[in-house]
Nanobody
Framework: QVQLVESGGGLVQAGGSLRLSCAAS????????MAWFRQAPGKEREFVAR????????DYRDTVKGRFIISRDNAKNTMYLQVSSLKPEDTAVYIC??????????????????WGQGTQVTVSS
């Protein structure tokens, strides 16, 4: 199995920035697609961004394009999400996910095999 541990969340003012990290362990990740989801209070978990370990392909939900950057460090088996120009609407638990093979759409929760526990991002006005 794969273990995913997020870190880097916190409380920031609107317009601020954070760098979230997701450390992976337990198996090799040469074919894993990695992604970030988020879940705000009382709302469904939603796709934020994804990146493939064996390439530089990235995708973002429209509302974070130009503000968030997903990246990876293969030597450290770690994925990052740089979140900038934060808005109160970005407040959520940010959750790391990994997929062995994406058999559907990368933005769908059901294609991911492993999930972290999440890290809280709170953006104040």
């Amino acid at each position: 199995q794969v273990q995913l541990v997020e870190s880097g969340g916190g409380l920031v003012q609107a317009g601020g920035s954070l760098r979230l990290s997701c450390a992976a362990s337990g198996r090799t990740f040469s074919s894993l697609t990695m992604a970030w989801f988020r879940q705000a209070p009382g709302k469904e978990r939603e796709f934020v961004a994804r990146i493939t370990w064996n390439g530089g392909r990235t995708d973002y939900r429209d509302t974070v394009k130009g503000r968030f950057i997903i990246s990876r460090d293969n030597a450290k088996n770690t994925m990052y999400l740089q979140v900038s120009s934060l808005k109160p609407e970005d407040t959520a638990v940010y959750i790391c996910a990994a997929a062995k093979n994406v058999r559907g759409s990368y933005y769908q929760k059901e294609v991911y095999d492993y999930w972290g526990q999440g890290t809280q991002v709170t953006v104040s006005s």
